[in-house]
């Protein structure tokens, strides 16, 4: 995106009362035919340069950046940290599938190292694994053995995402099998008995039925925006917030930030943003009180 439409996304967000705003890519596009012309054509070097200085603007128009931006350097991570509330990397599985073979960045190793720098920065953190993509049910089970180890060493792991991977056309693996409900229910069930307590289980309720999910032991939902699409996966349009009302049924729908209430308590966050963290907080204090 233009740099001038990322700042009008980003006001109109904040208009909205949009608290986050989530940067997302693929890893080093900078690699890839052509990218480098462009980027530099709007007056950036890298991907993480234009990134990095959309987080300023994000801040700027008052809404809280959250960047997963793939394979990062611990020098990288660090100076986001200057920019971000919270930020992510699914680790997606710890096993060794043909679905990955092909890319670097998929390693585990390589993934764990930059979810464990993250931890030793403070930095609160979103990681996930993705179903269906030839990984078995223990190799789900040592995922989230993995991530339940690095948050009792660093205690940064705010969300597992547990994310049914989806086929898209025209791709390698146009014609996977799709993650069932009793698949998807027993890998929910699974992390809420490996994970610390601290630890929320989320889904994202454009891509899994919430509503059946939710009694599995799902606590968050992600975010939706009423602006944007999800650009991951634009074939998924979220719900919106009245839809999800409907979707928890009996259970409680409450807003919060991307850093959650515990990490702003242990002042996990760079004196650069201190002032809107708070600002947001109070507003949601607000909203619920209303």
């Not at 950036?44 to 959250?66: F, T």
């Not at 599985?93 to 931890?119: L, Y």
């Not at 919106?240 to 259970?251: M, P």
Request: net charge negative.
């Amino acid at each position: 995106m233009d740099p001038e439409e990322v700042r009008t996304i980003l006001l109109r967000g904040a208009a909205a009362g949009c608290t986050e705003a989530l940067f997302t890519f693929g890893e080093r596009p900078e690699e890839e035919p052509g990218f480098q012309r462009m980027i530099r054509a709007i007056g950036y070097e890298s991907i993480l340069d234009y990134c990095h200085d959309m987080c300023l603007r994000s801040i700027e128009a008052g809404v809280l950046p959250h960047t997963n931006a793939g394979i990062m350097t611990c020098e990288e991570l660090a100076q986001f940290r200057e920019v971000n509330a919270s930020m992510g990397l699914m680790l997606e599985t710890t096993a060794d599938i043909p679905a990955h073979r092909n890319s670097p960045g998929k390693d585990p190793a390589v993934r764990i190292e930059v979810i464990e720098n993250a931890g030793r920065l403070k930095i609160p953190f979103t990681t996930g694994l993705l179903i269906g993509i030839g990984e078995s049910g223990s190799d789900r089970e040592e995922s989230l053995e993995v991530i339940a180890g690095l948050h009792r060493r660093y205690g940064h792991i705010q969300e597992v995402i547990i994310q049914n991977f989806c086929p898209k056309e025209g791709t390698p693996m146009e014609r996977a099998a799709v993650p069932g409900y009793e698949e998807i229910c027993d890998t929910i069930r699974m992390a809420g008995e490996i994970l610390p307590r601290d630890v929320a289980v989320q889904i994202p309720p454009n891509l899994a039925d919430a509503g059946k999910l939710i009694g599995c032991g799902v606590d968050d939902l992600g975010g939706v925006s009423p602006l944007t699409i999800d650009h991951v996966n634009p074939e998924h349009p979220w719900p919106q917030i009245d839809r999800l009302k409907e979707l928890v049924g009996e259970a409680v729908l409450k807003e919060r930030l991307c850093i959650y209430p515990q990490y702003i308590e242990k002042g996990w966050y760079h004196p650069t943003i201190e002032g809107l963290i708070r600002h947001l907080a109070h507003m949601i204090e607000e909203r619920e009180g209303s």
